[in-house]
């Protein structure tokens, strides 16, 4: 079949843009932000760049955001790929609390401190697996059924305790939430190996192209013979794992187990964070190290503001401004409005 | 039958989307005192012409006429102020309120400033035992059967404008009795003078209820007869096409060359439609031809395992295989190029390059991906067969035309090597050029050895690619043609029930 047609087409692909330069990494949004509110802290604390050595490890304001941020940053990590199918998780706060509370009070009864940790992510895993169960089989909306878990969570998690704040002296559990790897601290290098292998894992394999593909149109997804419903499992599952991590991290950090407050409220910031990089709540393109980004952007804030000497109230308000901010410059107004700038085009 | 003057009249109406003409200088006339039916297949231009008649579009040419005065609709709000009034088939009133309510929502009766119930209740009454409707209208609409409702949107409709009553396939959810009972009030309305149109795709009921008939096709009118004057097979006829074209070439197409059996449905169907037997050979082309609502989707839904099958076995190579889910078809080797391209097909967001390898990645799994210059050169060898114009291979595909997006579909189920490939209308609403080059690949796919089952409303198209062609009517296949049987006549006669087609019964 010859066709004149041909003829009038390149002879030639044109070439595809390899991987994006450099540039284009430090002219995105989210970049721009996290520069912006870390010169901002700079400003209020000239010291906020300051990185010293000290006891085998780094100090300073920066390594804090990095580890104070961790824990919502591994959220954000499994919260990305849920967002990427179009669903949500809002139970991986109270997941957080169940993974402290299993930990916290296996080891107290005497336990040994590995098989603890394997119970609390095992913990994190099952919790995942319900929501997708939930969320594939029974088709409820994610953002109900993962409702459930919310609020039943936090029930869960104090019967594990009985109540009470359940602290604990185990050196593992304590090294996990504050101890320090080649000078970094463990959340960090814990968060920074989850990112890079969840990551290598979704863009090597082709889950990471599946997942948009459900994300994007699940109809045709099922059109075009993919599982979505074991995809959906795994992702769940896999945020439910992140959840239990991140409760162990928060656990460790404070020595002990409290099932009213640990990871309260933080399914929100993992969210902000995953929005924030880019990933869109309607599902679809997803980036896990651009939500890490997000998630060190609202951390920078929250030092930022504790530090200047602002009362903690004024952190709100400041959070939400620099999300609108954040928000518009990633409409499509906006890229609609830099297109017509001279010098802007691709 | 002729009144010297329409009540409503469209004159050389056009509409244009983007580059798709919906409507081509198509009249319309509807008469007092007539049931005036439209009738067309999907994408012929009815709908559009009801929502030019209503108000709710405006059209880019021609003129609309009331009463011999040119009017111009706003929205259809302005429609009902002229006396144009519609009821669609889902019917859009609050069934969470009560009868009366519905019906005199928007202009109660007042008193003091407050709604006076006893008087609308006492009026809707009133109104309805005009309607051979005797019910509490204090009860909530969703209480009583859709044939109610129906009726009370018609009688709603009337009240407000009492001109022009447009029926947009009322019946559609409606069992025999309801039918009759709706009829009958539209018979009373008719004989009151009321310009009634009405849209259907039941034959039987145009014929039952109707005076005149409008066939649209393609956006053109056909034509507007009288019904006495015509038989379903003449109507059948102009709804698919004029005398069809005859391009089939029996040389390329006769069952002597037909190769091995490739894939065998026995048995197949589920509650609505009757079970079904039929055998795609290699390097054949079984075309489907029937109305809307025939059951052409519901066929080739059943064979990829989107609905699964009450029973039944399908055999791929003389090896029986289990298809319950469309992943379990795709391994089997099926392809499906579905009838809503936007909602079943396309991953808008997606790359044209992952659009077309995605179905390749979903078979070999999630650990064996296909790396990026695997992605480069398979998308690139499909875009390049079948001429995809994309200026390149990572913009989204939402951004291509149509045509280019049916052709990125089809290049990716050639991409997984597929033995047998379904197409269901793949020719809708793409414009010419590319209409001819699907056309092309499928007579290209044929020589190739693939088993194809291709649905089509384009009769002349059917004819251009099939060996074989088998009938659906009411939910069944009812014929089956092939070789030299391959007729225009014997084909719209045997859509049309008014003779049976070969082997198998047809219902009368």
Not at chain 1, 19 to 29: H, K, V
Not at chain 1, 62 to 82: H, S
Not at chain 2, 176 to 186: A, I, M, S, W, Y
Not at chain 2, 388 to 411: E, W
Request: hydrophobic content about 50%; aromatic content about 6%.
């Amino acid at each position: 079949m010859t066709r004149p047609t041909v003829d009038l087409r390149p002879t030639t692909q044109p070439p595809m843009p390899r991987a994006r330069p450099i540039a284009s990494f430090f002219t995105r949004p989210q970049v721009i932000a996290l520069a912006a509110v870390l010169l901002v802290n700079w400003l209020l604390f000239p010291g906020f760049f300051t990185i010293t050595w000290q006891d085998g490890r780094f100090f300073g304001s920066l390594i804090d955001v990095l580890n104070r941020g961790a824990p919502v940053a591994i959220l954000a990590i499994g919260m990305t790929m849920v967002i990427a199918t179009k669903g949500v998780d809002l139970s991986v706060g109270a997941v957080m609390a169940i993974s402290g509370a299993t930990a916290a009070t296996l080891v107290t009864s005497g336990v040994p401190a590995p098989v603890a940790v394997f119970a609390a992510l095992g913990t994190g895993l099952l919790c995942g697996l319900w929501n997708g169960i939930l969320v594939t089989v029974l088709e409820i909306q994610p953002i109900i059924a993962t409702l459930v878990l919310m609020v039943a969570g936090r029930g869960l998690a104090q019967l594990i305790t009985e109540g009470y704040i359940v602290t604990f002296s185990d050196p593992l559990l304590i090294f996990i939430g504050t101890g320090s790897f080649l000078g970094f601290p463990m959340p960090v290098v814990i968060a920074a190996l989850l990112m890079i292998l969840a990551t290598l894992i979704v863009r090597r394999t082709a889950l990471g192209l599946l997942i948009e593909a459900v994300g994007v149109n699940r109809s045709a997804a099922r059109f075009a013979g993919l599982s979505a419903g074991a995809l959906l499992l795994i992702v769940y599952t896999f945020a439910g794992f992140c959840a239990a991590i991140s409760g162990l991290i928060v656990a460790g950090d404070i020595r002990g187990a409290d099932a009213n407050n640990a990871g309260l409220w933080l399914e929100l910031d993992a969210i902000l964070a995953v929005v924030i990089g880019g990933t869109s709540l309607m599902g679809g393109r997803f980036s896990i190290p651009m939500a890490v980004l997000g998630a060190m952007i609202i951390q920078a804030m929250n030092t930022g503001i504790l530090i200047s000497g602002f009362s903690p109230e004024f952190n709100l308000v400041v959070k939400s401004a620099v999300i609108i901010v954040i928000l518009v410059l990633q409409s499509p107004i906006s890229a609609r409005l830099f297109r017509r700038l001279p010098g802007a085009q691709k | 039958m002729t009144v010297e003057q329409p009540v409503l009249e469209a004159r050389g109406i056009v509409k244009v989307f983007g580059q798709h003409r919906a409507l081509d200088k198509v009249d319309f006339a509807a008469n007092a005192g007539e049931v005036h039916a439209l009738l067309g297949e999907n994408g012929a231009g009815k709908s559009t012409l009801i929502k030019i008649l209503t108000g709710a579009y405006q059209p880019d040419g021609g003129d609309l006429l009331l009463d011999g005065q040119p009017i111009h609709l706003r929205d259809p709000l302005h429609g009902q102020t002229y006396g144009i009034g519609t009821v669609y088939q889902e019917v859009n009133l609050l069934p969470n309120r009560s009868v009366s309510e519905n019906l005199f929502l928007g202009r109660q009766p007042s008193r003091f400033g407050l709604v006076d119930r006893k008087r609308i209740d006492a009026q809707a009454r009133d109104l309805l035992t005009r309607y051979g409707l005797d019910i509490d209208v204090r009860a909530d609409l969703s209480e009583y059967s859709v044939a109610v409702q129906q009726i009370v949107a018609i009688a709603r409709a009337v009240e407000l404008s009492g001109k022009v009553l447009v029926l947009d396939e009322p019946t559609a959810s409606l069992d025999r009795n309801e039918v009759q009972r709706l009829f009958d009030v539209v018979r009373g309305l008719k004989a009151k003078g009321l310009a009634i149109i009405f849209i259907t795709h039941f034959l039987d009921q145009v014929f039952e209820l109707a005076d005149r008939v409008t066939i649209l096709r393609n956006g053109k009118k056909v034509a507007t007869q009288a019904l006495d004057t015509l038989n379903t097979t003449d109507v059948v006829r102009m709804m698919l096409g004029k005398d069809v074209a005859f391009e089939h070439h029996p040389s390329a197409l006769s069952g002597a060359t037909k190769g091995a059996v490739r894939v065998e449905f026995q048995q197949i169907g589920r509650k609505g439609m009757a079970p079904f037997d039929l055998a795609v050979h290699e390097g054949e082309v079984v075309g489907v031809a029937g109305l809307l609502g025939s059951g052409r989707t519901e066929v080739a839904r059943l064979m990829f395992g989107v609905d699964t099958s009450d029973g039944g076995q399908v055999r791929v190579d003389g090896q029986p295989v289990t298809i319950r889910n469309p992943a379990q078809a795709v391994a089997a080797g099926f392809g499906f190029c579905p009838e809503d391209r936007k909602i079943d097909g396309i991953f808008g967001d997606l790359s044209v390059r992952e659009n077309i390898i995605i179905a390749l990645q979903a078979k070999l799994g999630w650990f064996r991906a296909l790396n990026r210059d695997d992605q480069i050169e398979l998308a690139g060898r499909y875009a390049e067969a079948l001429d995809i114009r994309a200026a390149d291979h990572d913009m989204p595909v939402k951004l291509l035309s149509g045509g280019n997006q049916q052709k990125v579909i089809l290049a990716r189920w050639l991409a997984i090597d597929p033995t047998f490939l379904i197409l269901d209308e793949p020719t809708r609403g793409i414009d010419v050029g590319a209409h001819a080059e699907i056309v092309r690949t499928i007579n290209r796919l044929r020589e190739e050895g693939l088993a194809l089952f291709v649905i089509s409303s384009e009769l002349d198209e059917v004819v251009a690619y099939s060996n074989r062609i088998v009938v659906m009517r009411d939910r069944e296949m009812v014929a089956e043609l092939d070789g030299d049987t391959i007729a225009p006549d014997a084909i719209v006669r045997a859509i049309a029930g008014t003779a049976p087609g070969k082997p198998q019964e047809a219902r009368p």
